[in-house]
T-cell receptor, first 109, second 113 residues
């Protein structure tokens, strides 16, 4: 089976940086994804890591360490619109993405 | 608009009833995935189809079934509905086997009363 852990909630101030950690134990590994989901809306793709290291995409960066079963999503220069749930998802050797329960990030003025 | 179309957006029905949720994938995408998202749970994988064939199955109840048609649209059938089936049901699609992630539809909110 798959086990994907991430914190339930995080709060940060507008303009600050927040790091969301994700640890996973899966039967095989073929990529890790981060999605953003606003309440009641569809998840939207943020980033994809399959090799160790940091992937940077504007204000968002994602890091992966396969040997540690660990990833993080870094959100810089937080804006109010970044208040959302952030989902860590792992693709094992089969075809489906397994999602963590999500981290709700609240950005305060 | 993600390109993945789900209908209906909202559905309210009584316990014991049967409903059908519909999904049209993005143009060119061959894979369709169904997920269930309840208030107290994350996205739970239900089932995947690729070009009309079932490819992977998750924790899908026997009361639920799905299929993908020749035009690649998919339907998720939920029968003998229970209160606990109330959830958001998402469909996602990908070009191949999902190596670069999925594109999600806006979901169908099912309320069983």
């Amino acid at each position: 089976g798959q086990n994907i852990d991430q914190p339930t909630e995080m709060t940060a101030t507008e303009g600050a940086i927040v790091q969301i950690n994700c640890t996973y134990q899966t039967s095989g590994f073929n990529g890790l994804f981060w999605y953003q989901q606003h309440a009641g809306e569809a998840p939207t793709f943020l980033s994809y890591n399959v090799l160790d290291g940091l992937e940077e995409k504007g204000r968002f960066s994602s890091f992966l360490s396969r040997s540690k079963g660990y990833s993080y999503l870094l959100l810089k220069e937080l804006q109010m619109k970044d208040s959302a749930s952030y989902l860590c998802a792992v693709r094992p050797n089969d075809y489906k993405l397994s999602f963590g329960a999500g981290t709700t990030v609240t950005v305060r003025a | 608009d993600s390109g993945v179309t789900q209908t209906p957006k909202h559905l309210i029905t009584a316990t014991g009833q049967r409903v059908t949720l519909r999904c049209s994938p993005r143009s060119g995408d061959l894979s369709v995935y169904w997920y269930q998202q309840s208030l107290d749970q994350g996205l739970q994988f239900l089932i995947q189809y690729y070009n009309g064939e079932e490819r992977a199955k998750g924790n899908i109840l026997e009361r639920f079934s799905a299929q993908q048609f020749p035009d690649l649209h998919s339907e998720l059938n939920l029968s003998s509905l229970e209160l606990g089936d109330s959830a958001l049901y998402f469909c996602a699609s990908s070009a191949g086997q999902g190596a670069n992630g999925y594109t999600f539809g806006s979901g169908t909110r099912l309320t069983v009363v």
